[in-house]
């Protein structure tokens, strides 16, 4: 059974980081593409980061480039967000999904002064 569980949300000041983390299992963890979503207060979905099976190639939503890294230990079967120099308007809850479309719980992110 695939099992996803995200951690390192709460609550941040602006300008603050925090690492999200997603424990994932059931699955072979090192052969999936792996993404970071999040959900606004009153808005959509939306992508914010992707890293390949290896690794080796990233991809972000141009309003977190520069600020945000995904990564990954495939390992620890565990895929990580650094957010730094973080925004109100990256408060959101903050989702892992599998490739094949598995979703985890989500973790709140509140940055606020």
């Known amino acids: 059974q695939v099992q996803l569980v995200e951690s390192g949300g709460g609550l941040v000041q602006p300008g603050g980081s925090l690492r999200l983390s997603c424990a994932a299992s059931?699955?072979?963890?090192?052969?999936?593409?792996m993404s970071w979503y999040r959900r606004a207060p009153g808005k959509e979905r939306e992508l914010v980061a992707s890293?390949?099976?290896?690794?080796?190639?990233?991809n972000y939503v141009e309003s977190v480039k520069g600020r945000f890294t995904i990564s990954r230990d495939n390992a620890k079967n565990t895929v990580y967000l650094q957010m730094n120099s973080l925004k109100p308007e990256d408060t959101a809850v903050y989702y892992c999904?599998?490739?094949?479309?598995?979703w985890g719980q989500g973790t709140p992110v509140t940055v606020s002064s």
């Open positions: 890293i390949s099976a290896a690794g080796g190639s990233t």
């Open positions: 059931g699955f072979t963890f090192g052969r999936y593409i």
């Open positions: 999904k599998t490739e094949f479309g598995s």
